[in-house]
């Protein structure tokens, strides 16, 4: 959504006073950042001129933004680039959302999210492959690719190393991605790439258990740190289990 000149909303908090945050500067120009109130719901917000491009400095404040408001309050994250022509609009769209956001903030109270990818060692995968002989001289074969049978045994080799790389990945997902799973208020399992990356993970959880979680995240890496590496990331904001969509019509 954007105008020429508008609101730019970041979050939202639960808050009855009116609070700021410092500035936020978008296409240029710095402006403050505080609260617009609908009872218990606060809106952060600031006021923008021209279109909200998400170039790398405009992407930066925003996150900027919300990771400072993290400090103090748990929050119900929006994604960027919501601008409204006016505070009227702000408050519209947060009363016809009231619901929703109260049910958010009661599951996302005092919660963080994290993120784990699991990449795959290639000594790794060369490893498990040679537990099967049919993939392994396939590997090692020279295959004369304009013989017409070569055609049909790519595709057979095809569908058998797709099943060789399933195998595999469900074995990070029992051995990894369920464990901490566990310990945590809620799981979602991102896109992976095939053969790249065999895990990618968001996980919601207290943060009086983040010690615990990190903890967790590190005796399972000290089992497989010579199968895969670990990317592990936070703490961020609750993308992953929102979704909320700040529409009203008239803004685009």
Not at 79 to 100: A, R, Y
Not at 120 to 134: A, F, G, N, R, T
Not at 160 to 176: N, Y
């Amino acid at each position: 959504m954007s105008t020429e000149k508008g609101i730019y909303v970041f979050c939202a908090i639960t808050e009855k006073e009116k609070k700021s945050f410092g500035q936020a500067e978008f296409n240029g120009r710095k402006s403050g950042v505080y609260t617009i109130h609908l009872d218990t719901i606060a809106m952060v917000v600031c006021k923008v001129e021209g279109e909200v491009l998400p170039g790398r400095q405009n992407l930066l404040t925003h996150q900027n933004v919300i990771s400072e408001v993290m400090k103090q309050y748990s929050l119900i994250p929006m994604s960027f680039g919501n601008v409204f022509h006016s505070e009227k609009d702000v408050l519209l769209i947060t009363k016809h959302l009231k619901k929703d956001f109260t049910e958010l903030f009661s599951h996302l109270g005092n919660k963080i999210e994290v993120g784990l990818k699991v990449i795959p060692k290639k000594e790794w995968i060369d490893d498990e492959m040679k537990k099967d002989p049919v993939l392994l001289e396939w590997k090692n074969t020279s295959q004369d690719l304009e013989a017409p049978s070569a055609f049909y045994d790519r595709i057979q080799m095809g569908e058998r190393a797709k099943l060789f790389i399933l195998q595999l990945q469900e074995q990070v997902e029992k051995e990894i991605y369920l464990p901490l799973l566990r310990l945590t208020a809620a799981g979602k399992q991102n896109d992976t790439i095939p053969g790249k990356v065999f895990l990618n993970a968001a996980f919601l959880i207290d943060r009086n258990s983040e010690a615990e979680f990190d903890e967790r995240v590190n005796e399972i890496y000290e089992v497989w740190k010579d199968k895969v590496d670990f990317k592990y990331t936070g703490p961020w904001p609750a993308y992953n289990f929102v979704n909320i969509r700040l529409r009203i019509e008239g803004s685009s």
